[in-house]
C-alpha cells in the first residue's frame, strides 16, 4: 500500500497555526490534505472552492480541507479513499493538544508515513507562558517530540527578546531546530520535508513518563445583540477573566461586522464584509475562567 507523507503542525493557542495552513494553501503547488479542527478559520476564496459535502471542501488544485473534531482516527482512515491520493497531509492539532501523542496515532497507521512534527510558539508571549503555572506545562509537553519550532510573530518583539526565547527553547530541548518567522510565513519546501532525524519523535511516544496537562474549558456565545467593540477589548483584555484564546464575528451598533482574533496578549480587530452570524468561541484556563459568569458579563456590554 503506498504510504501518504503527513506532517503534524502543533503549538498553542493564538501561535499561527491557521494562518501557515492558509499561507500553504495560497502557494502550494502540492495536492494536500489539510485536516483541521474547523475550516471555518480557515480563509479560502469562495471561487477556488469546488464542492462542500458534511465537514470536507475540494478546493481548485486538488486540494480537499477537512474538519475532523473528536474523529480523528475515522477522518485519518477516510484519506485513504480519496482519488487521486493527496501528496500529502497536513494536521493542525488542536491549541491545547500534546502533538507528540498524535504523532503516537499515525504511527499505528500503516499507510501513513509521519514526515515531521512542526511546533509553532509565539515570540511575544513565550517567556510569561513558560512563567505561567496554569499553562506552562502544557506549553513545555508540546514541545517534545519536535522535528522543528517555529518561533513565530518576532516581529512583534525586540532582538533582546527573540534571544531569551531562543535561550529558553534551547534550554527545554538542546537539539532543538529553530526557525524565526513573522506572520507564519513557512516555505512549503520547509513544511513538506521528510526530516530524517526522528530520534525525538520516537523517544517521545515510547517514554512512559506521566506528563502533566493542563485543562481547559471552551465556550461559544451566540450574541443577538449589537456590541461595544472597546468594551469587547476590555473583557477579554481582563487578566481576572483568565480568556486565554478568543475568536469570533461581532457586530457593532451600525450593523458592521468584525473578524475578533484574541491570543491572550494580542487583538487583531478586522471589518469582515461578508454577514457572519454573530457569535465568538472563548477559551480559558480550567478553574480560573468562570464560563457563566464570563457569559453574565458578556451580556452586559451590548452597545
Not at 41 to 66: F, K, M, P, R, T
Not at 149 to 161: M, Q, R, S, T
Not at 175 to 187: C, F, G, P, R, Y
Not at 274 to 284: C, L, M, N, P, Q
Request: aromatic share 8%.
Amino acid at each position: 500500500m503506498k504510504q501518504i507523507p503527513l506532517t503534524i503542525l502543533g503549538g498553542y493557542l493564538g501561535t499561527g497555526k491557521t494562518t501557515l495552513l492558509n499561507n500553504i494553501l495560497k502557494n502550494s503547488e502540492k495536492k494536500i490534505a489539510v485536516l483541521v479542527n474547523d475550516f471555518g478559520e480557515i480563509n479560502i476564496d469562495e471561487s477556488l472552492i469546488d464542492w462542500q459535502e458534511e465537514n470536507i471542501l475540494s478546493i481548485a488544485g486538488g486540494c480537499v480541507c477537512c474538519s475532523y473534531g473528536n474523529e480523528l482516527v475515522e477522518t485519518l482512515e477516510k484519506m485513504k479513499a480519496l482519488d487521486p491520493l493527496p501528496n500529502h497531509i497536513l494536521l493542525e492539532s488542536s491549541g491545547v493538544a500534546i502533538p507528540y501523542k498524535i504523532a503516537q496515532t499515525v504511527s499505528l497507521m500503516e499507510f501513513l508515513s509521519l514526515h515531521g512534527n512542526i511546533i509553532l510558539t509565539d515570540a511575544s508571549r513565550l517567556l510569561n507562558q513558560l512563567k505561567d503555572k496554569y499553562i506552562s506545562d502544557t506549553i513545555q509537553n508540546q514541545f517534545e517530540g519536535n522535528d522543528l519550532l517555529v518561533l513565530n510573530k518576532i516581529d512583534l518583539v525586540d532582538n533582546e527578546e527573540i534571544d531569551n526565547c531562543i535561550k529558553e527553547l534551547t534550554t527545554i530541548n538542546l537539539k532543538a531546530n529553530i526557525l524565526q518567522t513573522s506572520n507564519a510565513e513557512v516555505s512549503g519546501q520547509t513544511i513538506f520535508k521528510n526530516y530524517k532525524n526522528r530520534t525525538s519523535i520516537k523517544e517521545a511516544i515510547n517514554s512512559d513518563e506521566f506528563h502533566k496537562v493542563d485543562k481547559f474549558i471552551t465556550t461559544t456565545i451566540k450574541c443577538t445583540f449589537s456590541i461595544d467593540i472597546k468594551k469587547i477589548t476590555e473583557l477579554l483584555a481582563n487578566p481576572a477573566n483568565g480568556i486565554e484564546r478568543a475568536k469570533g464575528f461581532l457586530r457593532d451598533k451600525n450593523g458592521t461586522d468584525f473578524l475578533i482574533q484574541f491570543d491572550g496578549k494580542n487583538f487583531d480587530i478586522d471589518k469582515f464584509d461578508e454577514k457572519r452570524e454573530s457569535a465568538i468561541v472563548v477559551i480559558g484556563r480550567d478553574g480560573f475562567f468562570h464560563e457563566k459568569e464570563f457569559i453574565k458579563k458578556f451580556n452586559n456590554i451590548s452597545a
